[in-house]
């Protein structure tokens, strides 16, 4: 099987812009999480979808935003970017529920300037 | 909310001597999931551990799980190399989300 996939890999983004990432999980996964990971926070909890309900959430801003569709596939939002907003986003997908392997994708660095 | 601490933060070895990471949260997990990030790398799955007191070993690496399921160690025997990275402990109660710890930066000087 195809391990996660997220595009793009790398993107340069001017603050005040908003950027959208995808993400296609392995085939069969339904669960889907995001994640942003900065050298001084660790990995931070975004959001959770399964079979295209968001099931949970973390502390972000409402500029953070998602969506998954049909075909599990994800997308992540963030407008009105801000430089602290340079990260990279790691998404996540699972079999099942809670408590399953979460395999991670390569990431997507954003670099807000 | 659920809080997980993993310290130390930082941890630099000489190549042959043991390493040791440490989780605790502050409420009681479901189970706890370590994982393995390489540099400029993404966390990679490394063991999953449920049972209250469980131990489970994978070659020179020891998962413990305390009997109080509100703590976890990792612990590497003769480091090496190949062992440089950062390691996640994650916990997760019941349905709710996954809660990653800061992550121990493991360095070996050769």
């Known amino acids: 099987k195809a391990g996660v996939t997220q595009t793009p890999r790398y993107l340069i983004k001017t603050r005040g812009q908003q950027v959208t990432l995808s993400c296609s999980p392995i085939s069969g996964h339904r669960s889907v999480s995001w994640y942003q990971q900065t050298p001084g926070q660790g990995l931070q909890f975004l959001f959770e979808y399964f079979s295209e309900t968001q099931r949970n959430k973390g502390n972000f801003p409402g500029r953070f935003s998602g969506r998954q569709f049909s075909n599990s596939r994800s997308e992540m939002n963030v407008s009105t970017l801000e430089l602290g907003d340079s990260a990279l986003y790691l998404c996540?997908?699972?079999?099942?529920?809670?408590?399953?392997?979460?395999?991670f994708g390569e990431g997507s660095w954003l670099t807000v300037v | 909310g659920q809080q997980v601490m993993q310290i130390p933060q930082y941890q630099h070895v000489q190549e042959g001597e043991d390493f040791t990471t440490y989780c605790n949260s502050s409420t009681t997990l479901s189970n706890i999931q370590w994982y393995k990030q390489r540099p400029g790398g993404h966390p990679v799955f490394l063991i999953q551990?449920?049972?209250?007191?469980e131990v489970k070993k994978q070659k020179r690496l020891t998962f413990q799980f305390g009997e109080a399921k509100k703590n976890s160690s990792l612990h590497i025997t003769a480091t090496q190399t190949t062992d440089v990275g950062t390691y996640f402990c994650?916990?997760?109660?019941?349905?709710?989300?996954?809660?990653f710890g800061q992550g121990t930066r493991l360095t070996i000087n050769p």
């Open positions: 551990l449920v049972k209250s007191g």
């Open positions: 996540a997908s699972r079999e099942g529920d809670v408590g399953n392997t979460i395999y």
């Open positions: 994650a916990g997760s109660q019941g349905a709710q989300k996954l809660v």
